[in-house]
């Protein structure tokens, strides 16, 4: 049997489209749905079982057919600052998985995050001996730091283990996220409501308006890459996920208005009080994972727009 934790969530759900895709549905689902719209993500997937996240993890010792974890269950909010708790969410209940998997010799994967890169400084390779000198800008960043940290200097592990550093992900299924959903989500929703795209200006003379660059990844690539370790279960560590490719703000609204077929950008502010948190540039080193011999390409940032408005947003945020 196989755990998923966050399974009703953005990513998680994906992964279980992509579990049942391939032929398996021995899965255990673990979320907290709460009056959040995410419900609708498990609806015609195939699982033996939902828990509650709370229940699931007072009741581990009950099970033994647990095969493989796949641990993507978080708080994502990067605007979250309430340490306590995302100290809860993201470390201690990690830590009790990861404990529970090293114990009873279960592999596990789990979402860590490019936030942890900070500004950059260090740059965003996915050496693990630089791990512990990475700064990240936000609460959300730290909780997820720390337990890449503290997983590192485990002396019991898993058989296998893979911690995943998601950078910019877009795609279906986010669509109950708020204003935690991708920026493509949101550059949709603005044409669908005025016509125009708001991006931010830049505060930096070294970057024009709009050209600020993320690592966008779609997120049925972040399924795939997970299957693929899930499949293999060897050579276990930190790796980043991304495309290894930084695109522009501009770009990913030039791509939104040419597949929604109309609509302009227009430039704003950024709020002073984000100025000094903000990444300009993002861009995963992938040479650790393609080492692997991970052998998938990756959708270019115009295949992924055009999938994802063309054959879900535009039909009613169809569920995948």
């Known amino acids: 049997m196989i755990v998923l934790t966050g399974a009703a969530g953005f990513i998680g759900s994906v992964i279980l489209r992509h579990l049942n895709n391939n032929g398996i549905s021995d899965i255990m689902c673990i979320d907290r749905l709460g009056e959040k719209t ?31 974890i796949i641990h993507m269950g978080a708080c994502t909010d990067t605007t979250e ?12 209940y990690s830590k009790k998985l990861f404990q529970y998997a090293s114990l009873n010799k279960i ?37 997820k730091q720390l337990f890449d940290i503290w997983v590192l200097k485990q002396t019991e592990k898993p058989p296998f283990w893979a911690g995943l550093k998601f950078f910019n992900v877009y795609g279906p299924n986010e669509y109950h996220k708020g204003r935690m959903a991708s920026v493509i989500f949101h550059a949709f929703n603005q044409l669908k409501e005025t016509g125009v795209i708001k991006l931010f200006k830049s505060h930096r ?4 308006h709009g050209e600020q660059k993320r690592d966008f990844i779609y997120v049925k690539d972040i399924a795939k890459v997970i299957y693929y370790l899930f499949s293999k279960s060897k050579n276990s560590g930190i790796y980043n996920l991304g495309t290894g490719k930084a695109r522009s703000f501009n770009d990913l609204a030039n791509n939104v208005i040419k597949n929604y077929g109309k609509g302009k950008i227009h430039y704003i502010d950024m709020p002073e009080d984000i100025r000094d948190k903000y ?7 992938m040479e650790k994972l393609f080492n692997l011999g991970y052998p998938e ?7 992924g727009i055009q999938d994802y408005v063309t054959n879900f947003l535009m039909k009613n945020y ?3």
């Open 318 to 320: 169809k569920i995948y």
């Open 297 to 303: 390409k990756f959708y270019s940032l115009e295949e």
């Open 107 to 143: 592999p596990i994967i789990y979402a860590s995050s490019a936030a942890t890169y900070g500004n950059g400084e260090h740059g965003y390779n996915d050496d693990e001996s630089t791990i512990p000198e990475l700064r990240p800008l936000n609460p959300y960043g730290f909780s």
């Open 81 to 92: 600052f309430n340490l306590n708790y995302l100290m809860k969410v993201n470390y201690e």
């Open 205 to 208: 003379k070294n970057y024009k």
């Open 279 to 285: 990444q300009y540039f993002t861009e995963a080193n």
């Open 38 to 68: 995410k419900w609708k993500n498990l609806v015609g997937k195939k699982f033996i079982d939902f828990i509650d996240r709370e229940k699931f993890i007072d009741s581990l010792d009950n099970f033994n057919n647990i095969d493989f």
